[in-house]
């Protein structure tokens, strides 16, 4: 009775910790995804929570003082005195009113009292000008405006696509080869050389950059959809090889057996049976790399550089931060915009996700 009561308590502490966790999570997601949808105002003046009902203040009357109220004085207002900084910070009063300036210069108090509001005010015009581009007015150190055209995120997120899909399908592929090579053919090196591809997942990837980026220049890949796929594969390949291994590893040995007794050559066994039964784990190590890939902004910057005819979405938020941290609203369309495929992605593949971190367990 004592254990059940134990593994229950066990299995509470557990989920309440992942509900935890998953809450942390999904509070900034979902307020980037209000936000992005709010006016540029809104966004300013109140926080994405403001859309769902809550108390506020709201203007109940203006009331107009004498003209010559001398403002280095204490102020009365309602039969009470006030400070000219309490009136500017705002001031409540004994019965639950907020008395602030409206208009400090004409004298005029604003008089609030709480009440049940939303700021529930939505528009698409956050995505169609990051998506189709807009006029931006920035001011210069010496007053004057300067407008410029911004560039569109429609031709990064393009650019995105062409660089991650090919940088997750071609690693995985020839790491699934590879696997299957270390865990169930035999040829001279097969231990040396799977160490080699283990010790690779402790070198930094700042370290190889200069040397294959030089490499990349004098055969003319650098600033190439080519040359960053290659990029991409040489840096995830070690990581996926390992990860395949362990669960191919794992698979019965008698499947192997009897396909080879059926005559049936590597390739063949590796096509027509290691292929789908690591569906899992293929799944699993896709969702890490595409999620890399596709919010990598180093690799993307040194193998295919900045211009806009082949910048990647990160490069383009990060040059929005850079250009128009004041635009919130653009800035929030254009992180879920970023957001969108990733999530896809995962949702899309998270039955095998669980499957394939487990397959070292599978017994063989």
Known sequence: MSRRRTKKGSKWLVNSIL???CLIWIIPTAGLFVSSFRPAADILDTGWWTVFPHKGWETEELMSL???TDLKKP???MGQSYTDEQLKQG???ADGQKLEWQNRRGRIVDIQEKQWKTNAIFTLDNYKNVLGGKNYEITQSDGSVKIEKGS?????????LTVAIPSTIIPILIAAFAAYA???????GRKTIFVIVVALLVVPLQVALIPVLQNFTALGLNGTYLGIWIAHTAFGLPLSTYFLYSYISQLPRDLFESAFM???SNFTIFTKLILPLSVPSIAS???FQFLWVWNDYLVSLVFIGSQPNVQVLSMRVAEMVGSYGNDWHLLTAASFISMIMPLIVFFALQKYFVRGLMGGSVKG
């Open 75 to 77: 102020i009365e207002v």
């Open 91 to 93: 001031v409540a009063t």
């Open 262 to 264: 059926d005559g049936a």
């Open 285 to 287: 190590i896709g969702i």
């Open 66 to 68: 004498p003209e010559d």
């Open 19 to 21: 509900g935890f966790i």
């Open 182 to 188: 270390f865990a169930w053919m035999k040829f001279p």
């Open 152 to 160: 569109n995120l429609t031709r990064a997120f393009v650019n995105t």
